[in-house]
């Protein structure tokens, strides 16, 4: 199998707060992660490529900053959405791309709610 | 070059219909073409995928179509029950390299009804 969870899958946070969302394949090893951003009814927008051991690559108009990303293991990336405010409430999904090829298996999304 | 249109935005098929999803490409480099499926408030999930070299692949009650001179590609849905009622994306990247980056298109909500 391939098995992505991700953790929180609901998160209701302060306007202000940081908020961390993991990312865990679980029984493959995930050198690539990937973090997408999906607005109600609408398709994922990368949002940055994760890699095991060294800086996320992020997409044009994302801000690294606000958005951070570390995948210190194989098997573990964690998004942290700094000083969060209610236009960052959105569905955040992870992906985790398995052996050499291009397949991405995908976690169950976290549901981020800005008040 | 790296767009791919889908289409339709809805589909609303019968029990049993075969509900028909196209998807178009830009970008040759792209190798790689997976559909993925999305129920509210989950992850996408794997369906299929195909690469350039064949024109047709089917798992189960999916199948995909590929026109590589037209690039474009197609999902097929046999035998369409209510538990397929999802969103269904397409997308596309290249299978090696391009930071292994897939773009996806806008998504097609599928309702089956009995």
Redesign the interface.
Known sequence: GAV?S?HPSWVICKSGTSVKIECRSLDFQAT?M?WYRQFP????M?MA?SNEGSKA?YEQGVEKDKFLINHASLTLSTLTVTSAHPEDSSFY?C?A?KD??????????T?LSVL | QQQVKQSPQSLIVQKGGIPIINCAYENTAFDYFPWYQQFPGKGPALLIAIRPDVSEKKEGRFTISFNKSAKQFSLHIMDSQPGDSATYFCAAGPETGGGNKLTFGTGTQLKVEL
């Open positions: 992505v991700q690539t990937f009814k609408q398709s994922l990368l490529t690559t999904i992906s791309r050499l090829g291009n397949i991405q298996y995908f976690g169950a999304g549901r």
